[in-house]
């Protein structure tokens, strides 16, 4: 099960805004919108932040935000804190095998 | 406060087995599905299981199927992963969480470490 493909590394200051990319196929990302995505620092567990695409859990700021065009979805900081700094994967549901499948995670440095 | 806590890993073996537990706390957990998902040291995250809130249902990723098992104790309140034919490329952190199929995974447990090493 090849995983979904995120950028390696992404970076930005303070304030501003930055945009990690997710590409999968039709059989995930393009065809089901159960698209999710997870903070997670480092030594910690995950932490859902985006879920059905562009929903966000309860106590996520507003400054996280999700959406997708075809094949492709994406999540969006603004007003980057310095505590946003971590590893950020998104993950599909896939419908022909009844499986999840995860990215390889962006790590997001703030400068 | 809602939490799970996964235990029962530790160093085994290459062919060796190993059965790992999640304790749940704090919510309904017969009302969740529940998966497995693990990561291996500085890599990323990979689903490996998941099962309906009856057990009656269950998924796994091609690295696994045929030698791990996902089940649960909903009277307990614990899920189980157990896992034979160990190789070192399931060394991981082993993590529960809830979710899984079109629902997202909401809470994650701390992990449970797996090394697979003679």
């Known amino acids: 099960q090849s995983a979904l493909t995120q950028p390696r590394s992404v970076s930005g200051s303070p304030g501003q805004s930055v945009t990690f990319s997710c590409t999968g196929t039709n059989s995930d990302v393009g065809d089901y919108d159960y698209v999710s995505w997870y903070q997670q620092h480092p030594g910690k567990a995950p932490k859902l932040i985006i879920y059905?695409?562009?929903k966000r859990p309860s106590g996520v700021p507003n400054r996280f935000s999700g959406s997708k065009s075809g094949s492709t979805a994406s999540l969006t900081i603004s007003g980057l804190q310095t505590e946003d700094e971590a590893d950020y994967y998104c993950?599909?549901?896939?419908?022909?095998?009844?499986?999840?499948?995860f990215g390889g995670g962006t790590k997001l440095t703030v400068l | 406060q809602a939490q799970l806590v996964a235990s029962g890993g530790g160093l085994v073996k290459p062919g060796g087995s190993l059965r790992l537990s999640c304790a749940a706390s704090g919510f309904t957990f017969s009302d969740h599905y529940m998966s497995w998902i693990r990561q291996a040291p500085g890599k990323g995250l990979e689903w490996i299981s998941y099962l309906t809130h009856v057990g009656s249902t269950m998924h796994y990723a091609d690295s696994v199927k045929g030698r791990f098992t996902i089940s649960r104790d909903n009277a307990k309140n614990l899920l189980y992963l157990e896992m034979n034919r160990l190789r070192a490329e399931d060394t991981a952190v082993y993590y529960c969480?809830?979710?899984?199929?079109?629902?997202?995974?909401?809470?994650w447990g701390l992990g449970t470490m797996v090394t697979v090493s003679s």
């Open positions: 059905d695409v562009t």
């Open positions: 993950c599909s549901y896939r419908g022909t095998t009844y499986t999840s499948v």
């Open positions: 969480a809830t979710g899984g199929g079109v629902d997202a995974f909401e809470m």
